[in-house]
């Protein structure tokens, strides 16, 4: 440990109470997986969000139960597994009337419609601290076909489906910190949208896949980690949105602009590990689905990140989110 204990020093440290359990996945994972109806395995993520941290302070509580149950379901959206139901705890401040939470409910009950998923249970407390929400999701993947993190093999192609950037940057427009005409950019912090519908592309094509949330750098790593590999990025091949390349190309260094992109986080995109020769395919699937895809780099045997720009290699000791 180079310095102060962080999150992921955390879970490594908790590791010996799963007491080898295979369910538990190591914890390498962003969820666990359980035998579960005939068929089919059901996929656990449980995620947990504090104003001030996760969402802004006052910000709409509509829009905080979607951000809840959207970062949740990407979770299984990396996993191809298909959604079905949650468990939602709530630790509501004095603040906090009824009306407030008629709205964050609301939120919830469009998103559950939107998604198909039901809330089965949960708990609700009442805090002294700022507003904390939890939720666990639930979904069914074919037995012993769920998408893992751990299945990235030498010489995989890293692709992201989805952009890169817009979570970041959508945090800052969301403060009122950089212009965002058409507010595209803060609607992606606010409320972004799982890539549930790739799931059969997934399935098709993928050998491993993490969502997005901490950052490209720090979840690329994570999947190549997990997989006994290392992992080399390419930051000319990011996909970037129309308002995250305006951004980009109005910065004094293109390195500093593009690493910050590929690392800021929240933006619940995908980064998968696809057999070589197998990766053109599965951009025109992911592409014919409405999501752009991009081929970033690859999973080698070497460990660690190697980033280049251009050709010319990077260093950054900064990967992402921590914690």
Known sequence: MTG???????????RGLTRGDPRALNLVDDAAVL???PGHDMVISTDAMVEGVHFLVDENPTLIAK??????LS???????RPFGYFLTTAWPSSRNW????????????????????????DTVSTEGPLTVSATVLGWAPSGQTLLRSGARDGDIAVVCGVVGDGWLGLQAARGEIPDPGGRLA???RAPKPLLHLREALMAHVRAAADVSDGLLADALHVAKASGLGVALCLEAL???LGAADWCANQGSEVRARLDLARGGDDYALI??????????FRRDVAALGTPAAAVGRFEAAPGLRLTLRGGPLRTEDLGWRH
């Open 75 to 81: 979770d299984l959206a990396a996993k191809a597994a």
């Open 4 to 14: 102060p204990p962080d999150e992921f020093d955390w879970i490594a440290s908790l």
């Open 99 to 122: 009306r407030y939470r008629q709205a964050f409910t609301r939120g919830l009950e469009e998103d559950g419609d939107e998604f198909g998923v039901s809330l089965l249970g949960g």
């Open 239 to 241: 996909p970037l949105s």
């Open 187 to 189: 609607a992606h912090y």
């Open 272 to 281: 998968c590990a696809v057999p070589s020769g197998s990766e053109d395919a």
């Open 35 to 37: 035998p579960g109806r």
């Open 67 to 72: 951000r809840l149950l959207r970062t949740s």
